[in-house]
């Protein structure tokens, strides 16, 4: 467990805004939920139900297109108009931490009754430099979702749960203009998120990516896509949504995504169920996604924002809106267990993954250009344009002075 964690489990004590919020205040919220009607409307819910139970208070909502959100968080930057509330991929925190950007919420997560609950993950993915920089209320992580009915017309009685069992069973499925397995593998934090697992499973890290491990879980991805071509090469430009697809379409007999795709996925038209990404030589462990939603430094209705945090983190007010409605799992030792967070099928082996999830933010505020270095990597392997160790080694070289130092 790390300092800051064992800080929080010692200080935490009240769940109480810091201060009552004076009337009639106006809050400004980003975010990027508006790609589906029913994530924008949970999030439209919620706040319509925050402001109704606080009259005096206004959320005044801005929905950024999901392509163009980075950007605008950029230029909010460098402008010093950030919004009182934003909601930022966890891996964007350590940098804009790093920018003075966001407020330190560490003092007020010592105050806070939820603050001990996150897991470690979880709280690392929001931990810049020993301070909490963001409460994240959305978290997820990828999974193996399969198609019973094509598992059994292989004679595969249960899903694979190693990486040789995965691979025997996509080459086994791949027939008929089918494919075993499918998964996002475009050149951007797509491809990146669905390596680093493979990479944790055999060992291996970012910072020692072209040591064994690293060179291993490159040589599955090969074998993937060249050697078995049990995933098309098309996946080559596919976003999650797009493998989501083919595997709905019945294109795909397995597909790693995350749950967000499970309310789609149970309208198919064949029986179906998830389970844990297949272990590697050292075990399972799976990528911790999300999204925190941080307060910009220079707000002044920090105080009223922060009430509104702690208000969407309570259960009781946020878990059909956060689970159903933007595919959230339960991300603190009070919320694992908690009924109301299976919010559909399926939902139970995202859950259980949760344990063994690792945070991005721990690559700090460069990760960006570490994942676009981790991602050029993998597609010169699955092109056939480079071998698995030059490919590490040039990626390494990139790598290792973006990585924090201490």
Known sequence: MTALAMTLMASCASGTAESESPSNRTVTWWDYFGYSPVSNQAVDTLIARYQQEHPHVQIKRTAIKFGEFHQKIVEAESAGTFPDIAVV???????????NAIANLTPQFKRWDKGNQFLEPVLDSVTHQ??????????????????KDLL?????VNPPTTWDEMRAAAKTLTKDGRHGLCFGAAADETLTFNFL?????AGGDISTIAEKPGVDALG???????????????????SHSDAQTAFEQGKCAMMIN???VLPSVAKASFQWGTAPLPAGEKGVFSPLGGEAWVIGSRSPNADVAWDVLQWLAESRNSAKELGGGLGAIPNRNDTLNDP??????GVGAYISEMLTTRSRSNY??????????????????VKGEKKPQPAASEAAAKIRPLLPTS
Do not use: C, H
């Open 340 to 345: 109301v967070w299976k919010w559909g099928p």
């Open 130 to 147: 020993d301070n909490l920089f963001g409460v994240p209320l959305r978290s997820n992580t990828t999974a193996l979702i399969y198609n």
């Open 197 to 201: 697992p493979l990479l944790w499973q």
């Open 89 to 99: 991929d966890t891996s964007d925190v350590p940098w804009l931490a790093s920018q």
């Open 152 to 156: 059994a017309q292989g004679n595969i």
């Open 364 to 381: 700090g505020p460069k990760y960006s250009k570490v994942s676009e270095a981790v991602w050029t990597m993998t597609q010169q392997v």
């Open 220 to 238: 599955l991805l090969d074998t993937f896509f060249n050697k078995d071509q049990s995933v098309p090469k098309e996946a080559l430009n596919w």
């Open 258 to 260: 995350g749950p967000w």
